[in-house]
């Protein structure tokens, strides 16, 4: 039997929204993933709807 240790994951770095690439229904994100702990890693991305100019 092999045990594997792993590590909780680094947050991911220089998140930034691809600016050339957002349209009124999409949005492109990037970011540079941070050490992975020893295993695959998977994201959700949550967003919040900014309040409408007046």
Do not use: H
């Amino acid at each position: 039997m092999v045990l594997y240790l792993t590590e909780p994951p680094s947050m991911p770095q220089q998140f930034l929204v691809v600016d050339a690439i957002a349209t009124e229904s999409s949005v492109a994100v990037q970011w540079t993933p941070g050490f992975n702990g020893g295993e695959d890693q998977r994201f959700v991305i949550c967003y919040k709807k900014a309040a409408d100019e007046i």
